[in-house]
């Protein structure tokens, strides 16, 4: 189990290797593998707005949304991301 885990972070550029493969901060490996305010929303709420952006064709598509109080205070915000291991831990910082 153990290096089949590290043959996918291998893979992914997400751990070092001789093959050349990319190289992410650790802080960036920390996202990705445990991302933070994952999730979604009540679509019908009146105090949740929601933005999507990316296309299916790049590979990166996401979706934002924010929770806002009477004041136009952001109280919570939750994203949803498909596409790589840096734009899974953009979205998460």
Do not use: W
Request: contains cysteine; charged residues 25%; hydrophobic residues 40%.
């Amino acid at each position: 189990m153990m290096l089949k885990q590290t043959a996918k972070k291998t893979f992914l550029g997400l751990r070092n290797s001789t093959a050349g493969c990319r190289f992410y901060h650790e802080n960036v490996i920390d996202h990705f593998e445990n991302p933070r305010n994952v999730g979604s929303f009540k679509r019908d709420d009146p105090n949740v707005g929601t933005g999507r952006v990316g296309t299916a064709a790049c590979g990166d598509m996401m979706a934002l949304q924010i929770k806002v109080d009477e004041s136009g205070h952001i109280t919570d915000a939750r994203f949803k991301t498909f596409g790589c291991a840096a734009a899974i831990a953009a979205s998460s910082v």
